[in-house]
């Protein structure tokens, strides 16, 4: 999860609130002070900080809460909000009007732009739109074979060659032969390094002019934290910057000051990139970014990504139903586990659910590929009645299905302890909270 760390702090202050038994001035100073910490610590901006929580404060201390909301609740969102506002406040999506729609990708090298580049992509085919992009960096003649290899297993067609030394004719030519195939969305990813910066710059003006793009995206490394606040102004100066991406917010410590300060320049922030994967990019919504960052949960979020899933048919109805019941054999939670490994860890999707928070062990629902690819083998070597019963595997079927399986007896109880762990998880969940959950999803009917 992106700024877990900062969430962590931020939910642990809280909490601490949560947990007061009466709420005066002291009780809100205190926390307070704690999201200050946390900010801090986030490398946000102090400025930035200290206005934040005088409002907070204020606000806390002056307004009293409305009718049916208590004290503590009613702290929790104006934290919420300033949060919020502090983030830009409402989502503003990217836009695709035309047909095709022209982007233009520009950042200094390293922040993550060609590997954003791919997965905005891949982000704008899964909603149905036909994309090409455009490589026409011309000073790493590797970023054109990072886009084939990461692009060309979904069938999105990269243009560019990486012999040709003109970047603009590149990027003109590229756009040409896209329009005339007639694709939905034009990406065109340019150069992220130069001899100098007056001529990164020079050389984008000139694209820019050439392809005259619908959007300029700015990609911000979020690692630099509160440093990108400067950058974002550079190239905001330099080109008509219409949104930025800030990446690497996964484990970033110092994320929440490159979001602050992105969000402080005026700038929409649109996407968010949240790993190495090519579908590690978030459309950027601060409201739902701070929930879940608060550890509120995030039913639209929760949403969002099941009905992506059930899209791309690894998660059926019945699977949901299995799922939140907790009653799933080993090939159920076969199935879970390459769909949640598809969409990203299984704990950052029940993040999401409203009350669970932080409290999920992680080797419960983590598994690798490799992995993976182990327990198909051993599964395998399972009867039927095995994999949908597994509570009859005793020893000596286990010792049956290790040589069948040409792996050890260790390597079969590994696969049954994780089963054993994650049937036992599900079953630990707040069932009235899961009963919630499955009442929005329509599946009301199958009584938890
Ligand atoms: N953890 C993490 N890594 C990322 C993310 N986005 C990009 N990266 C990594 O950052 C490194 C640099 O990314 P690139 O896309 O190659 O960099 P670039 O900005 O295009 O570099 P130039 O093409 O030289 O301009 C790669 O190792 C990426 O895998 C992200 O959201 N999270």
């Known amino acids: 999860m992106a700024l877990e760390k900062l969430g962590k702090a931020l939910n642990s202050a809280l909490k601490k609130l949560a947990r007061s038994r009466t709420v005066d001035e002291a009780t809100i100073k205190e926390v307070v002070r704690d999201i200050q910490r946390a900010l801090i610590q986030a490398d946000v901006n102090v400025r930035l900080v200290l206005q934040l929580t005088k409002t907070i404060e204020k606000r806390a ?43 233009l990708t520009v950042g200094i090298q390293g922040s993550g732009k060609t590997t954003s580049v791919a997965k905005l992509a891949r982000h704008l085919q899964k909603r149905g739109y036909k994309v090409g992009v455009v490589c026409s960096d011309t000073w790493r003649p590797g970023a054109y074979y990072q886009l084939k290899q990461l692009l ?41 390094r130069h001899k100098e910066e007056k001529g990164l710059i020079e050389e984008m003006r000139q694209i820019s002019e050439a392809i005259k793009p619908h959007e300029v995206i700015l990609v911000i490394d979020g690692t630099i934290g509160q440093q990108a606040y400067n950058q974002a102004l550079a190239f905001k100066e330099a080109t008509p910057i219409g949104s930025i991406i800030v990446t690497k917010l996964d484990g970033s410590a110092k994320g929440g000051g490159a979001l602050s ?5 005026g ?11 090519i579908d590690d990019l978030e459309a950027f ?14 039913i639209e979020g929760l949403l969002e990504k099941l009905e992506e899933l059930q899209k791309q ?53 983590k598994v690798g590929e490799e992995k993976l690819k182990r327990y198909r083998v051993i599964m395998d070597s399972m009867t039927e009645e095995e994999l949908e019963h597994p509570e009859i595997i005793n020893y000596s ?43 929005k999803f329509n599946f009301g009917g199958f009584g938890i």
């Open 61 to 103: 201390l002056e307004e009293e809460p409305p009718a049916g909301v208590s004290k503590k609740e009613h702290i929790i969102q104006i934290v919420y909000e300033e949060l919020t506002k502090f983030l830009g406040k409402e989502a503003k999506p990217l836009e695709i009007k035309e047909k095709p729609t022209v982007l």
């Open 261 to 265: 300060a992105v969000a402080a320049t």
């Open 267 to 277: 700038a929409p922030i649109k996407f968010i990139g949240v790993g190495e994967r």
């Open 313 to 365: 048919q690894e998660f059926k109805e019945e699977d949901l139903e299995k799922f939140l019941k907790g009653k799933f054999n080993l090939k159920d939670m076969y199935a879970q586990l390459e769909a949640m490994q598809k969409m990203g860890p299984l704990k950052q999707i029940l993040q999401m659910i409203p009350g669970l928070g932080y409290s999920l062990p992680d080797d419960a629902v």
């Open 152 to 192: 060309e297993p979904y069938g999105i067609e990269v243009a560019g060659d990486p012999e040709e030394k003109d970047a603009v004719k590149l990027a003109r030519e590229g756009v040409k032969y896209f329009r005339e195939k007639g694709v939905d969305v034009i990406i065109v990813d340019s150069a992220g």
């Open 397 to 439: 079927r286990i010792k049956r299905i290790a040589r069948g399986s040409g792996t050890s007896t260790a390597e079969v109880r590994e696969l049954l302890n994780q089963y054993n762990q994650m049937k036992k998880m599900f079953k630990s969940m707040d069932k009235r909270k899961l009963a919630k959950m499955a009442k």
């Open 285 to 298: 919504d601060p409201k739902r970014f701070v929930s879940r960052l608060l550890g509120m949960g995030d």
